[in-house]
C-alpha cells in the first residue's frame, strides 16, 4: 500500500513539474511574441497580419490589436502633419507677396509731396506692415518647429562666429537708442544649430534691445562648464517680476507693464522651442528695476 502511494506522489509530481516546464515555456513564448510585436511597433512595420491568433493567447491578441489600432493613430497623425505642412507653406508663399507689396508702395507713398497729417499716416502704415510681416515670418517659423517640418541639425562648433553676427546685427539699433552692446569674446565651443541657435540669441537681444532706456548696457557672454555652457544676455532694464517670469515664455504673451512697446509675444517662445529642440533650456533670472539675464544652456558634447 506504502509502494503504491509512494508511486502515485511521484506520478503527481512528475505531472506538476511537466505543467510548471510547459507553462514556463507558454509564458516564455508569449513574452518572446510581445517582445517582437513591440520591436515591429517602434519599427514602424507592425500590421495584423504579422501574427496567427490561433496560435496566440487573448492577451497577446487583444496587445496586437492594440498595436494596430496605434499604427493607424501614427498612420492619421502623419497625414495630419502632412496637411500642416502644405497649409503653413501656403500662408507663407500667399502672404509674402501681397505684405511685400503694401510694404513697397507705402515707401513710395511716403516719398511723394505730402501734408504732416499724410507723412504721419504713411509712417504709421509702414510701421504696421513691418509688424505683420515680422508676426507671419515668426508664426511660420514656429509652426515648422513644432510639426516638425523644420529639424534642427546641432553639430560641434565654436560660438564666437555665430555670436558675433547676431550681436552684429544689432548695433546699429542699440547705438541709435544710445545704449552700449557689448560681446565679451569667448572660445567655447558647443553642440548647437548655427542658423536656428543665432535666431534664438536674436531674439533675445531683440527683447534686451527694445525694453533698455537709453544711456543703459546689453552685454552677451558665454559661461563654459564641463558637459553644457551658457550663453547670457544681460541688461539693465527695468526687469521681470517674479509673478511673470514663467508667463514670458508663453506663446503671444504680453506683460501689461509692456503693451506701448511693439512686439507680438513670440519671440521668447520661439527661442524656448529652438533651446529644448537641440538638448539645451532657456531660463531667466531679474530683480525689477535692475534688469535681467536671460540664459541658454546649450550641450557641448
Known amino acids: ?76 497623425l502623419q497625414e495630419e502633419k502632412d496637411k500642416i505642412k502644405t497649409l503653413i507653406a501656403d500662408i507663407s508663399h500667399q502672404t509674402k507677396t501681397p505684405v511685400a507689396n503694401i510694404l513697397l508702395y507705402t515707401q513710395l507713398l511716403s516719398e511723394q509731396e505730402l501734408s504732416p497729417e499724410g507723412r504721419d499716416c504713411a509712417a504709421a502704415l509702414e510701421g504696421q506692415v513691418e509688424k505683420l510681416r515680422a508676426l507671419v515670418d515668426a508664426l511660420v517659423k514656429t509652426s515648422r518647429l513644432e510639426t516638425g517640418i523644420l529639424a534642427l541639425h546641432p553639430k560641434a562648433g565654436p560660438l564666437a562666429p555665430m555670436l558675433e553676427e547676431a550681436v552684429a546685427q544689432f548695433i546699429p539699433k542699440a547705438a541709435e537708442k544710445g545704449i552700449t552692446l ?22 533675445l537681444l531683440d527683447n534686451a534691445v527694445k525694453y533698455t532706456p537709453s544711456g543703459g548696457t546689453v552685454t552677451v557672454e558665454v559661461i563654459s562648464y564641463q558637459m ?12 521681470i517680476p517674479e509673478s511673470e517670469r514663467a508667463k514670458v515664455f508663453q506663446r503671444f504673451y504680453r506683460s501689461p507693464a509692456a ?14 522651442q529652438i533651446a529644448e529642440g537641440q538638448g539645451g533650456c532657456i531660463k531667466v533670472s531679474s530683480r525689477p528695476g535692475r534688469g535681467c539675464c536671460f540664459s541658454i544652456y546649450l550641450p557641448r558634447s
Open 1 to 76: 500500500m506504502t509502494e503504491i502511494i509512494c508511486g502515485t506522489a511521484v506520478v503527481i509530481a512528475i505531472f506538476a513539474l511537466a505543467a510548471a516546464v510547459w507553462n514556463r515555456h507558454r509564458a516564455k513564448r508569449i513574452l518572446k511574441n510581445l517582445d517582437r510585436m513591440l520591436d515591429a511597433a517602434m519599427a514602424g512595420t507592425f500590421t495584423e497580419q504579422d501574427f496567427d491568433e490561433s496560435l496566440l493567447s487573448a492577451v497577446e491578441s487583444r496587445f496586437a490589436h492594440y498595436l494596430a489600432a496605434n499604427a493607424v493613430s501614427a498612420q492619421k
Open 182 to 203: 557689448t560681446l565679451i569674446p569667448t572660445d567655447t565651443s558647443a553642440v548647437f544649430d548655427p542658423k536656428w541657435t543665432a535666431e534664438a540669441v536674436c531674439n
Open 228 to 239: 553644457f555652457c551658457r550663453v547670457n544676455v544681460t541688461d539693465n532694464g527695468p526687469g
Open 259 to 272: 503693451y506701448e512697446t511693439e512686439g507680438v509675444g513670440i519671440g521668447l517662445y520661439l527661442a524656448r
